[in-house]
T-cell receptor, first 114, second 111 residues
């Protein structure tokens, strides 16, 4: 398993501002994943964060809106930029132990944009 | 487009009954299959994984996989009110470390 600490756990933000979410893992991992879960919906992958290279974004997500940092093998941040009420969601950090392995999740960040 | 489909639900069963949750997937290259439980307001937690065709049992939970039919299921025996949650089926995307999640089935176990 993996212990993943994610913060903040929740925030209420004004539209037009940005929020940076932090994710810390208790051991080194190659890839970290960022998901969004909109109210009543399942998990949608935003991007994959690799240490030492640019993050890989899924269709519909762009770096300008969701910049990601991955400075080392245990830490990553996701920024939600220029927020609008449509960005109100739960954002989840996730890691797995390799190809085909199970994913473990942080506690999630519940974001409300007003 | 890799897809994972689940019963839309919600599913309601009486306490002590068997709850059956189903999932189909489109990517024939998928090798790993997972069931997650998500309580309201919480992050998903892994409850079962299965890699080979057939059944895998863990306590009250049994996962079933049929790769030929691209079908995976989860049976919960002796359902308890504490099993009330949304169950997410996840499948690895063939050739990558990414997981694709279904929309989830909300299960309610009535006392």
């Amino acid at each position: 398993s993996a212990v993943i600490s994610q913060k903040p756990s929740r925030d209420i933000c004004q539209r037009g501002t940005s929020l940076t979410i932090q994710c810390q893992v208790d051991s080194q991992v190659t890839m970290m994943f960022w998901y969004r879960q909109q109210p009543g919906q399942s998990l949608t992958l935003i991007a994959t964060a690799n240490q030492g290279s640019e993050a890989t974004y899924e269709s519909g997500f762009v770096i300008d809106k969701f910049p990601i940092s991955r400075p080392n093998l245990t830490f990553s941040t996701l920024t939600v930029s220029n927020m609008s009420p449509e960005d109100s969601s739960i954002y989840l950090c996730s890691v797995n132990r390799g190809y085909g392995a199970e994913a473990f999740f942080g506690q999630g960040t519940r974001l409300t944009v007003v | 487009q890799k897809e994972v489909e689940q019963n839309s639900g919600p599913l309601s069963v009486p306490e002590g009954a068997i709850a059956s949750l189903n999932c189909t997937y489109s990517d024939r290259g998928s090798q790993s299959f997972f069931w997650y439980r998500q309580y309201s307001g919480k992050s998903p937690e892994l409850i079962m994984f299965i890699y080979s065709n057939g059944d895998k049992e863990d306590g009250r939970f049994t996962a079933q996989l049929n790769k030929a039919s691209q079908y995976v299921s989860l049976l919960i025996r002796d359902s308890q009110p504490s099993d009330s949650a949304t169950y997410l089926c996840a499948v690895n995307q063939g050739g990558s470390e990414k997981l694709v999640f279904g929309k989830g089935t909300k299960l309610t176990v009535n006392p």
